[in-house]
């Protein structure tokens, strides 16, 4: 099992661009996240679908839009970046069940917006 | 708002010490996790503890959850150059909050020098 991956791994973008981060995940998982980590920040929520067919925004979902495809695969998409989304994002995926609370991540996405 | 405040922010250690990092909150969580982030990776989750006074072991890592719920402490006996990393610790919220999300701490950025 591959687990959580991520695409890209790195990036650089320059403001105004568009583009889409792909996660998927190979754990039959239910509920899946994405996450920016910044310096001193710690990780923020961003968006997170909690099954198949929903989505509900997090801490900070401003810029950002969010795909949960199918259950394997959950997108999050820059319309329009800015040197503020400048980030290392973090896609995650949990089982769902009643008091399974562990997420397992993907190895990351390095965004830099210029 | 559900907080956790992690310490110390920063330690740097030598081989073979001892140290004890700290999760702190003045709220009370069904389930306290911690994980370890290594540089350029996803976070990795190492333990999680559900019940008030619960203590758990991992080779020379030892995780104990506070008696209400609201603390934990992760204690590294005879640390290695391997134990380096970011430790965060991850709240499941109590009973009337959204156990769909985790809430995360800061971490502790912990450097072993040989």
């Known amino acids: 099992n591959a687990g959580v991956t991520q695409t890209p791994k790195f990036q650089v973008l320059k403001t105004g661009q568009s583009m889409t981060l792909q996660c998927a995940q190979d754990m039959n998982h239910n509920s899946m996240y994405w996450y920016r980590q910044d310096p001193g920040m710690g990780l923020r929520l961003i968006y997170y679908?909690?099954?198949?067919?929903?989505?509900d925004k997090g801490e900070v979902p401003n810029g950002y839009n969010v795909s949960r495809l199918n259950k394997r695969e959950f997108s999050l998409r820059l319309e329009s970046a800015a040197p503020s989304q400048t980030s290392v994002y973090f896609c995650?995926?949990?089982?769902?069940?009643?008091?399974?609370?562990?997420?397992?991540f993907g190895p990351g996405t390095r965004l830099t917006v210029l | 708002t559900q907080l956790l405040e992690q310490s110390p922010q920063f330690l740097s250690i030598q081989e073979g010490e001892n140290l004890t990092v700290y999760c702190n909150s003045s709220s009370v969580f069904s389930s306290l996790q911690w994980y370890r982030q290594e540089p350029g990776e996803g976070p990795v989750l190492l333990v999680t503890?559900?019940?008030g006074g619960e203590v758990k072991k991992l080779k020379r890592l030892t995780f104990q959850f506070g008696d209400a719920r609201k603390d934990s402490s992760l204690h590294i006996t005879a640390a290695q150059p391997g134990d380096t990393g970011l430790y965060l610790c991850a709240g499941g919220p109590g009973s009337a909050g959204n156990n769909r999300k985790l809430i995360w701490g800061l971490g502790t950025s912990l450097a072993v020098n040989p």
């Open positions: 679908s909690a099954s198949e067919g929903t989505t």
């Open positions: 503890v559900v019940t």
């Open positions: 995650a995926s949990r089982d769902g069940l009643a008091g399974a609370n562990e997420q397992f």
